[in-house]
């Protein structure tokens, strides 16, 4: 694997790593959001 | 006339509570199932504070008298009253609520909160599959780059996020300046606004942060080196920081006008944006010229402008979907917060905050 495959797969990776991250954090201010509702 | 005063009250609460305001939030079926049933065959009301003292004081209101602390609700039922004297914004919803009549409000408000979970969930599917298509297109159909080779398909997941970014900034910039407008005026509109600013900045800095990682990533392979500080990516950078810092403000400054410094931070925030963006046009730079509106002879192939398309929507629609999810939590929070403010307000009793003052 050359160095552009490296790196393309390594983007893919990366973005939907930060994009994950982002969700959980997300899930967690959701859920803290609707315990402070109750 | 006492009972129906508090009968049209409890109405008006109860679509404020169920309905999560103005029909926003997507759990607002969860939310109907904390207070049970408040329909007029007598069953017990129950939930939320700020709803039962706002209710209690529209009944008193009609009633031309004072409350008590405690008293009969619906036939046969005791309920606790919480001594309660509203805000002026509170009143206005009481007011258009009352004007648009609130009888069918709660089962209308029932279905359109279904209805906004199912549209969630749909909008989720089908962004999956635009992103799978988009996914598929960008890796195996459209032909590779005579120049770069493959590494030029970073291409397709690094300018959508640019494009997230320049979109969900101008809505964090829009609703910093709706808050602006509207705060002494609308607080319904304006605490929307913010949440709606909040949510836009998060998934924008995240974007950002993708199309910086992903530029990153192309120019170690292209250039042989990971980062120059050239005018876009300067600029870039410092763009992101300004919004990480905004992000910052909000969440460690504290008091009532953290939503109007952030607000104003907001709008000088984005003369970055314009910066970035012609940073490639008004100064020589490393960073490729622009591909789409530069000049003539700019551009890529038709042949990969499918995988473009895919991506950016595909992209686009999975910001849309986080915001708004992220969007009914800021919103949650802020209304929680208000409430827990009126109530401690509202019970604690005058002889105990004047104390030891």
Sequence with gaps: MDMGHRHLILGYAATLLIHLVYLSYVAVKWRAAKRAER | MARSGQILAYGVVLMEVMGGGEGDDPESGDEAAHGEDPSADGTVVRGQR?????????????????????GEGYPGQHVTFVPYRGYEWEEEIGQNQRERGTQQARPRFRRKGEGMKLWRWLWLLVTLGVLAEGFRVALFVVPTDAAQG??????????????????????????????????????????????????????????????????????RAVWGIWWTWDAR??????????????????????????????????????????????????????????????????GIDPSMM????????????????????????????????????????????????????
């Design chain 2, 233 to 298: 990516l300067t600029s870039t950078l410092v763009l992101w920081l300004i919004y990480v810092a905004y992000l910052l403000l909000r969440r460690f400054a504290a008091g009532p006008q953290m939503r109007t410094l952030a607000a104003v931070m907001a709008i000088f925030g984005y003369l970055d944006v314009p910066l970035v963006y012609f940073s490639t046009r008004w100064w020589r730079t490393q960073h490729p010229a622009p591909v789409f509106g530069g000049a003539p002879g700019s």
């Design chain 2, 306 to 357: 499918p995988a473009v398309w895919w991506n950016l929507a595909g992209w686009v629609m999975w910001g849309i979907f986080v915001a708004s999810l992220r969007y009914v939590s800021e919103y949650r929070a802020q209304k929680a917060e208000q409430d827990e403010a009126l109530r401690l307000l509202d019970v604690e009793p005058a002889g105990v905050a004047g104390a030891g003052r």
């Design chain 2, 50 to 70: 700020g709803g039962f003292a706002y209710a209690e004081n529209l009944a008193a209101k009609a009633d031309g008298h004072e409350h008590d602390a405690e």
């Design chain 2, 150 to 219: 493959d590494v030029q398909r970073i291409f397709y997941y690094h300018i959508p996020s640019w494009a997230g970014m320049g979109l969900f900034f101008a809505i964090n910039l829009v609703c910093s300046l709706l808050y602006l407008a509207v705060k002494n005026r609308n607080q319904v509109l304006a605490l929307k606004a913010d949440a709606l600013a909040v949510a836009s900045a998060e998934i924008g800095v995240v974007f950002c942060l993708i199309g910086l990682v992903t530029g990153s990533l192309w120019g």
